[in-house]
């Protein structure tokens, strides 16, 4: 079992993911750092964020709530990438690497949502 949200795959994957954001944001010009690089290192940062403060909040209800905050936060980055991507910031292979890990996030993200909705008796559609 669990002890702590440090321990969740998705948690590590998804600061893996800041990380390696953090890194390829550094490359996009000077005029981006508070648009497009501020952007996509805050939407990166608030899938991890999220994950941790709704295990911290106590209550089921309330972690399902911060997961799909996540969930949110993770197409929100695609988005930022796309645009990235369309403006020259960032190539198209990179961009497609990182969305297969924003993807891969997400899908963790939906089936922890869902094994938590079960344990509590709700419908997952």
Not at 56 to 61: Q, V
Not at 71 to 84: D, F
Not at 92 to 113: C, F, H, P, Y
């Amino acid at each position: 079992m669990v002890q702590n949200y440090k321990e969740l795959d998705v948690w590590k994957k998804a600061v893996s993911l800041i990380t390696d954001l953090y890194r390829s944001t550094a490359r996009f010009p000077d005029s981006e750092r508070y648009g497009l690089t501020s952007q996509i290192r805050r939407a990166a940062t608030s899938i991890a964020a999220n994950i941790a403060e709704g295990w911290g909040r106590g209550s089921t209800g309330e972690y399902i709530q911060f997961l799909t905050i996540a969930r949110g936060s993770a197409m929100e980055l695609e988005t930022h990438l796309i645009v990235a991507c369309n403006l020259g910031f960032v190539k198209s292979d990179e961009v497609n690497g990182v969305t297969r890990q924003v993807e891969n996030i997400a899908k963790m993200l939906n089936r922890l949502i869902s094994v938590l909705k079960s344990r509590r008796g709700e419908r997952t559609a």
